[in-house]
Nanobody
Framework: QGQLVESGGGLVQPGGSLRLSCAAS????????MGWYRQAPKKDRELVAT???????NYADSVKGRFTISSDNAKKMVYLQMNSLKPEDTAVYYCKAFLTWGGEYWGQGTQVTVSS
């Protein structure tokens, strides 16, 4: 059974930076797109950013210019560099992998808290 494992969350002050990482286990194959989603308390899970296996990226308007998604296809890793963090970025951040045949995997989530 494949899995995605996120790391890099934590507590940061407003204006600070964090880098999230997500590793796909070896049994996960044929990844087409990887992405980051987040869910704040009492809110629906929302898209943050995605990247295709060709490097095409997509961002939520709320994070454009502040967050950067990148990937290492050979290592099956995806990263999210988050700069200029705001309190409203506080959420559990989830990694997701979309497979070419239609399957998908979710990570367990990592908490990001932006507070002074």
């Amino acid at each position: 059974q494949g899995q995605l494992v996120e790391s890099g969350g934590g507590l940061v002050q407003p204006g600070g930076s964090l880098r999230l990482s997500c590793a796909a286990s070896g049994s996960i194959r044929s990844i087409n797109v990887m992405g980051w989603y987040r869910q704040a308390p009492k809110k629906d899970r929302e898209l943050v950013a995605t990247i295709t296996n060709r490097g095409n990226t997509n961002y939520a308007d709320s994070v454009k210019g502040r967050f950067t998604i990148s990937s290492d296809n050979a290592k099956k890793m995806v990263y999210l560099q988050m700069n200029s963090l705001k309190p409203e970025d506080t959420a559990v951040y989830y990694c997701k992998a979309f497979l070419t045949w239609g399957g998908e995997y979710w990570g367990q989530g990592t908490q990001v808290t932006v507070s002074s």
